[in-house]
């Protein structure tokens, strides 16, 4: 839809990241790029190094090598929680939620953790109003306005996934990392999920991993192909499509 000449705005940046593991390397000098009202696929077989990237990007590992810049900042030395509070949320490949409490609880919880320092917590009105709000506004951000006062553990695989995704924006995050969020849905829940997404691309970049291959082309304006760690490709859809290496080495048939 945008012209590529017109200005992007890149709001993570992940430059020359490699990660070993013993003597394994699981990520080799990748690099890339999210702009703000993109998603931005990884595509990989198992193993590639897909949710390493992401642990890396959202902070929750240190890489070997390589410098991570969020908003304009270096923050490869930050912890997870100061990135989260500069604008990064993340989803996790199973669930992080807390089945017992409501979907608003849980909203409320991830607003909370993302704007106070723990031991603060039950302190400030003020703040508990804000975080009410932010739960609120990320619910119903998520389609889960209905579902609010629902135990989270009573919610369907798909409406478990959203409410992850609720939870993620109740941090008023301008970088999105999903992994997965498409894993072991139906073709219902699915096109639900994919228009959420297509919804949030406005305003923020997003970054999809994720295995549904008609998902990826249809939602992603850009897709980073890896194989054993290593970017083999990074293109708009289409190119991806015709890329002779990527069709060897990952799409096979498709
Ligand atoms: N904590 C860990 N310790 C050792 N090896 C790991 C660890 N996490 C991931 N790996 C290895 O790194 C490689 C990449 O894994 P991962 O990032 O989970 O791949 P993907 O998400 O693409 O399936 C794999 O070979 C995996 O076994
Ligand atoms: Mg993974």
Known sequence: MKPSDTSSEVLLRGHEITRRWGGLVALDRVSLALERGSV????????????????ILSGEIPPSNGSVELLGQDVTDWTQPR?????????YQRNTIYPSFTVFENCRL?????????????RSAQHCEASTSAARQAAARAGLTDLLDRPAG????GQKRQLEIA???????QVLLLDEPLAGMGAEETERMLALLSELKTGHAILLVEHDMDAVFRI???????????????????????????????????
């Open 154 to 157: 009573l919610l369907s695989h």
């Open 110 to 122: 991830a607003a909370q953790a993302s704007t106070q320092k723990p031991w603060q917590w039950w």
């Open 83 to 91: 990135r989260a509070r500069l604008g990064l949320g993340r989803s």
């Open 167 to 173: 939870m993620c924006l109740a941090t008023s995050p």
């Open 220 to 254: 992603a304006e850009r897709i980073t192909v890896m194989v054993n760690g290593a970017v083999i490709a990074s293109d708009a859809p289409a190119g991806i499509r015709s890329n002779p290496q990527v069709r060897l080495a990952y799409l096979g048939e498709h």
């Open 40 to 55: 931005h696929a990884v595509i990989g077989t198992n193993g590639a190094g897909k949710s390493t990237l992401i642990n």
